[in-house]
């Protein structure tokens, strides 16, 4: 690549995710300030994006990949966010809030795979080339998180400012786009069909009867994960914390920290350990989470932030990396949408409407909650899908080279297990 292209690449990840980390992780807390939302309204909100990924291949696979240019869509798609992330500050309840928020995820989940598909058109050794332009995308959630917290927008009750920060990211990054190289339809002519839309020619997986207990572990665990989404930043607030987003940005620091780590871990523990792992450290989450405060407890709270590497890169990036393996190069791409749609479409959807309901039910007051029960029913779910993986996931194999750089979630390379 030129300089000038991968200048343009890094911006458009930087972008790419500072627009979602800038509303996505306090919006709970917005919601609940300013638009009086409840718990259930809260999860009905977050499970917009659960939505938008159950939705996006088909945004992907019957329009950017047929018909135009992926630079020229994501260009579209962004521009059509900015001016609904801008409406939605104008918004001054939940009922009209939650159609919209509901449009722009739509418009939104299709980039996350638009800005992959730029991005590897225009490399010769994606292995080598890719890490480094995708870790801008993790450095923008941490800095959109940052400012939030430094400005003080939670303690002053000013986070319809978030929603304005991210319309002005996405304007800009539309704008951007639009001058990034031309990555012309991969798919231009040919028909598709539901399973290559879904990944549906991946279900043959399902047929190992380790990878099912894995495939159906992966859907569970995101049960729980939904309740970390949606209301650790009310948590925290109600809890009293400051520069509560500040605080959760320690969380992706903790997954780049862990992905330099994760091929040391898997010579050393093989794919079994690595997963369980990955769910032990979400009980342990959920367990601090139940018993921290901000008085003599508050390292409970910044251990179950700091866990969120541990959970993450354990769980999900082996996970990409074990279906990857066993798919083969035939129904790779189709088994890493076939679970992508799983865990944030349908597990995702699923931990997003039960959540809501129980945080309704232990709200001890208009301002308080529960919280320790709230936080050891996840915590219990996540033990009981561990005991469950432990006990019926037989696959022993261990990794026999050394595994390329991943970086939340978008594989590089291949391992052989």
């Known amino acids: 690549m030129t300089v000038t292209t991968r200048v343009k690449l890094s911006a458009m990840m930087f972008l790419q995710f500072f627009i979602w980390g800038a509303w ?13 939302a409840s718990g259930t309204e809260n999860a009905t909100a977050y499970s917009s994006q659960s939505w938008g990924a159950i939705i996006a291949p088909f945004i992907i696979g019957l329009i950017a990949d047929r018909y135009f240019s992926a630079q020229k869509v994501l260009g579209v798609l962004h521009l059509t966010g900015a001016a609904l992330l801008y409406y939605i500050t104008t918004i001054p309840n ?16 299709p980039t996350l795979a638009l800005v992959n598909s ?44 978030t929603f304005k920060m991210a319309a002005v990211a996405s304007l800009i990054l539309g704008l951007l786009s639009f001058s990034l190289p031309s990555t012309p339809p991969a798919k ?6 539901m399973s290559d839309i879904l990944g549906l020619d991946a279900i043959g997986l399902l047929k190992n009867s380790s990878y099912l207990v894995f495939f159906l572990a992966s859907i569970a665990i995101c049960v729980p994960l939904a309740f970390y989404y949606n209301f650790t930043n009310p948590f925290l607030n109600e809890m009293g914390m ?12 903790s997954e780049l920290a862990f992905m330099a780590l994760m091929p040391l871990f898997f010579v050393r523990l093989g794919v079994k350990k690595m997963l369980a792992i990955g ?19 508050y390292w409970m709270l910044i251990t179950g932030i700091v866990l969120h590497g541990v959970c993450y890169d354990f769980f999900f990036v082996t996970g990409q990396i074990y279906t990857d393996n066993l ?24 931990g997003s409407y039960i959540s809501g309901p129980i945080v309704d039910k232990w709200q001890t007051s208009p301002t308080t909650h529960n919280w320790t029960t709230i ?24 990794i026999q080279t050394k595994p390329s750089l991943e970086i939340d979630g978008e594989p590089e390379g291949r391992l052989e297990v």
């Open 242 to 253: 400051k520069k509560a987003a500040f605080i959760q940005s320690f969380g992706q620091w």
């Open 94 to 109: 939940f009922n009209a809030f939650l159609p919209v928020i509901f449009a722009y995820m739509i418009v939104y989940m």
């Open 375 to 398: 936080w050891l029913i996840p915590g219990g779910i996540a033990a009981a899908v561990l005991l469950v993986f432990l006990l019926f996931f037989k696959d022993k194999n261990q």
């Open 327 to 350: 798919a083969g190069e035939k129904f790779k791409s189709a088994a890493q949408g076939f679970i992508t749609l799983a865990t944030y479409g349908v597990g995702m959807l699923i």
């Open 24 to 36: 996505f992780v306090t919006m709970g807390t917005y919601l609940g300030k300013t638009l009086g």
């Open 279 to 297: 769910m032990l450290a979400w009980v342990l989450r959920y367990v601090f989470f139940a018993y921290g405060d901000v008085g003599s407890n």
């Open 188 to 193: 231009k002519g040919q028909k598709s069909s």
């Open 118 to 161: 730029v991005s590897f058109k225009q490399m010769t050794n994606p292995s080598k080339e890719f890490p480094p332009i995708r870790v801008l995308g993790t450095l923008g959630w941490i800095i959109a998180g940052t400012v939030i917290g430094w400005l003080g927008w939670e303690a002053n009750n000013t986070l319809v400012l």
